[in-house]
């Protein structure tokens, strides 16, 4: 299985990216890539990497840190086998490296935050807002 992150770039303070995540290989294990939930999760310059965002393998239950709520949104296209963060409204903090994670977290609401539950990660996508 591979996670392939892509989409950030650098962008001034109210600006917007759209991050892609495109997985593979999902059916070599014996599922299909809807059977997954995923995370976007970022490091910021000098912080621990935290969780923004997350999304269900059907694409129905979305889940969002607080200081991205309204701005971010988090969606999937199963048949393309990508998640997406649309980021708005772009602050400078918002500055880190976001990563794409899958795993299968059947309670997504709770523990899309935790970093161990996720069983496959992407490199990194690079994201700098200017101010």
């Known amino acids: 299985v591979q996670l392939q992150a892509s989409g950030g770039g650098l962008v001034q303070a109210g600006g917007s990216l759209r991050l892609s995540c495109i997985a593979s290989?999902?059916?070599?294990?014996?599922?299909?890539?809807?059977?997954?939930?995923v995370g976007w999760f970022r490091q910021r310059p000098g912080k621990e990497r935290e969780a923004v965002a997350a999304?269900?393998?059907?694409?129905?239950?979305?889940y969002y840190t607080d200081s991205v709520k309204g701005r971010f949104t988090i969606s999937r296209d199963n048949a393309k086998e990508t998640v997406y963060l649309q980021m708005n409204r772009l602050k400078p903090e918002d500055t880190a490296v976001y990563y794409c994670?899958?795993?299968?977290?059947?309670?997504?609401?709770?523990?899309?935050?935790?970093?161990?539950?996720?069983?496959?990660w992407g490199q990194g996508t690079q994201v700098t807002v200017s101010s």
């Open positions: 999304v269900t393998g059907s694409g129905d239950g979305t």
């Open positions: 994670a899958a795993g299968l977290i059947p309670l997504l609401y709770s523990d899309y935050e935790r970093d161990y539950e996720y069983d496959y």
């Open positions: 290989g999902f059916s070599d294990s014996g599922l299909t890539f809807s059977d997954y939930a």
